[in-house]
């Protein structure tokens, strides 16, 4: 393959509208920008949300409700069957190994969700456990072992 062979190929290419180069053009005089006003000046564009000075709705309508986002857990969701297929012939299954084998995000916490069966018995480390999975993995003759989340909170020393 050569340059000249690839495409499009340059007599395919469209070529830009060339604005403000005369009547004849047909994108001439104003070149599409109007008569006067700030957008008919170059260097000069006002942002999508600017309503000419007034009082923006977002500052006008009024604020209720209660955002938490900062402080929300979000759990990294694992099914039982999925993690029985990474892990096959294994008795005990911890949390740097569910992070080694990419099946969660490292140092995101982790629960494990009940779709799945479970033959034999098997100790699962993890943040949380849903009440299925728990009751499936326990009657199965294993163990579950729950984990705390870290929190920023909990990570500050008291005074």
Known sequence: MKLHELYPFPEERKSRKRLGRGRATGQGCTAGKGNKGQNARSGVSERPWFEGGQMPLARRLPKRGFKNFD??????????ERLLAAFEGQDSISLDDIYARGLALPGQPVKILSMGDIANAITVEAHRFSAKAAEKITSAGGKVVTLGVATEEAETPSE
């Not at 402080?71 to 039982?80: A, D, L, M, R, S």
């Open 71 to 80: 402080f929300k857990v979000v759990y990294q969701p694992i099914n039982i």
